[in-house]
Every structure is written in structure tokens, then in C-alpha cells.
């Protein structure tokens, strides 16, 4: 019995949250009422809502939270990048690296994220960091990763690894915030082939002349 509660209660959350979410990123957290998510979600009372959230500052922090746990596992599965022992493979992995992280930049509920970020992190410091940690600082990790692989194997010039990485995460984020994010345009299919052009400046940089 206590199983069938939990899962129950399990279930209203995830509602709750689902809910929020939708009404979050369509509205912002100042543009959203609890008795709007309550109708959204379904819940009929207060209570119910309270019981799972002390109010709606704590339901905002935990569909961030959620949102940027989402974003953040397509970066993860990057990390079983081979070692790069060559030019080829290290440009390989790059762009590999370069076209999630765009990828996952231009998805309308990244920018739709990221608007609501903006919009409340002084209201909320720490989201900040956590927005962050979600793909940006796993995309750099990943990256600076490669590059000190690649130095191992003598494939790159000895180089400032956190400079070049942000310089590669810094082009990308430039072509999702000009080139869609400002602009409220949908990303293209070519956009992607952007990263490759990226990618291929940063090679030229740390190889050896």
C-alpha cells in the first residue's frame, strides 16, 4: 500500500511539474500563477499543490533543476570520446563535440531556458551556476579533455587548453545567440555546419606549424 502511495504521489509531482514547466517557459515565473499550474496540472486544491512544493519559487527551482538535468545528458555521453592520436581524430572529436553542444544551444527549450535565466537569476543567483554546469561547462570539459589528450600524443602544439576551449564554446554560443536567439528565427540544418568552420579555425591554431 505505502508502495501505491509513493508512486502515486510520485506521479501528481512529475504533473505538477510538467505543468509548471509548460506554463514557465511559455509565460516566465512572474507571468505564471499557482492557481494557473494548478488548472494546467490538474490538482484541485492547494494542498495537494503545497504538499509537494512550498511555493512557487521551490516549483521554479526544480523544473530548472529538471530542465537542465535534460540538457545536460546528450553532453554525458560525449565523455567516451576516444583518445584523439592524430589530426584527423582530434578534429573528428571536436566537431563531434561542437555539433551536441550547438545542437542542444538552438533547441527552442534551451533558448526558452535561457531567456527565463536571464530574466530571473538575480532573483535566483544560483541558477545561474547551475544553467552553467548543465552543458556549457560539461562542453568545455569535454573539449579541454580532447585537447590535453591530443598534447599527451603530441598532436598539438603546447597551448593554453582553457583559453582555446572557451574560444570554440564562445564561437558556438555566438551563432546560437546572433544567429537564432536574438533574432527569434528557427534554426537552419546548415547552422550546424558552422561548428565545423569552428572547429577547423581552432585546428589550425594548435597544430604544429
Do not use: C, W
Not at 9 to 20: D, L, N, P, V, W
Not at 98 to 122: D, G, H, N
Not at 173 to 179: E, G, S, V
Amino acid at each position: 500500500m505505502d508502495k501505491k502511495v509513493s508512486a502515486r504521489s510520485q506521479r501528481t509531482r512529475e504533473q505538477i511539474r510538467a505543468a509548471a514547466q509548460r506554463l514557465f517557459l511559455e509565460s516566465g515565473f512572474m507571468g505564471t500563477s499557482t492557481d494557473a499550474i494548478m488548472a494546467e496540472a490538474g490538482v484541485a486544491s492547494k494542498e495537494t499543490l503545497y504538499r509537494h512544493y512550498a511555493n512557487k519559487e521551490a516549483l521554479f527551482v526544480d523544473v530548472l533543476e529538471h530542465m537542465t538535468l535534460e540538457q545536460a545528458r546528450p553532453a554525458a555521453v560525449l565523455a567516451d570520446l576516444p583518445v584523439p592520436r592524430d589530426a584527423p581524430s582530434l578534429r573528428l572529436g571536436l566537431t563531434i563535440v561542437a555539433r551536441e553542444i550547438l545542437s542542444v544551444m538552438v533547441q527552442p527549450e534551451y533558448l526558452a531556458l535561457l531567456r527565463i535565466i536571464m530574466a530571473e537569476s538575480p532573483r535566483f543567483p544560483h541558477l545561474g551556476r547551475l544553467f552553467k554546469d548543465a552543458v556549457p561547462q560539461r562542453g568545455l570539459s569535454i573539449m579541454t579533455l580532447l585537447l590535453q589528450q591530443a598534447r599527451e600524443q603530441q598532436v598539438v602544439d603546447e597551448v593554453d587548453k582553457d583559453a582555446v576551449s572557451h574560444a570554440l564554446l564562445g564561437g558556438l554560443l555566438t551563432y546560437a545567440l546572433l544567429d537564432v536567439f536574438f533574432v527569434g528565427q528557427p534554426a537552419q540544418p546548415e547552422l550546424l555546419e558552422r561548428a565545423d568552420a569552428v572547429v577547423e579555425v581552432i585546428m589550425r591554431a594548435v597544430l604544429p606549424h
